[in-house]
Structures are given as C-alpha cells and as structure tokens.
C-alpha cells in the first residue's frame, strides 16, 4: 500500500505561482514514477498534467502545461513537487498526486485524495 497527501493547494489570482506537494508513505519503492493530474469542475476525467520518474527523475508533461508547470521529487522525503507558474483561471481544478507503474501515468496504482487550486481573473 501508498499512502498520498497533497497540501499546497488554495485561491490565487491570475498570474500568481503555487507549490504543490504530495507526501508518499509506505511501499513507495515499489512505484516505478509519481505524476500530477487534475479535474476540472464539471469534468468527469482526470487529466494528465506530468509524470517524473522515482529513479533518474526524468519528466514527461502534457502540451498544455508549455513550460509553466514543474514537477520534482526529493526521493530523501519522499516528496513529489509540483511547481505552478503563471496560473490562468482554467487551471482551477482538484490536483491529484498518483503513484504509477510506467511512464505518463499510463497506470496508476494509487491515487491521493486531492487538493483545490482555484485562480481567480
């Protein structure tokens, strides 16, 4: 079992950046990447924002992130890092930490419970 906490989440204006963090407890070794995804309101799915490997942190990241978006890991803290810039109102949305079995979170094994960012024009 993985245990994922987001934090970082909450209301900031247009423009402004935001840290997201997503604590990751328990069988984390077994987890082959981490990634972000997200749920806008009134969405049924969750979008793929990026992925980073546990091990040699290689990054994959969807198109509509164009650079704004950062993802890392402290693979000490077992941490997983989504830095946010440049915020723009459609990317208000829950943000979901996931622990994946491949590259771009083709299959995730497990999911956090998600933290709101809502961004304000």
């Known amino acids: 079992q993985v245990q994922l906490v987001e934090s970082g989440g909450g209301l900031v204006q247009a423009g402004d950046p935001l840290r997201l963090s997503c604590a990751a407890s328990g069988r984390t070794f077994g987890s082959y990447a981490m990634g972000w995804f997200r749920q806008a309101p009134g969405n049924e799915e969750r979008e793929f924002v990026g992925?980073?490997?546990?091990?040699?942190?290689?990054?994959a990241y969807a198109d509509f992130v164009k650079r704004r978006f950062t993802i890392s890991r402290d693979n000490h803290k077992n941490t997983l890092y989504l830095q946010m810039n440049t915020l723009k109102p459609e990317d208000t949305a829950v943000y979901y930490c996931a622990a994946c079995s491949n590259d771009w979170c083709m299959s995730v094994d497990y999911w956090g419970q998600g933290t709101q960012v809502t961004v304000s024009s």
């Open positions: 992925s980073i490997r546990w091990i040699g942190g290689i990054t």
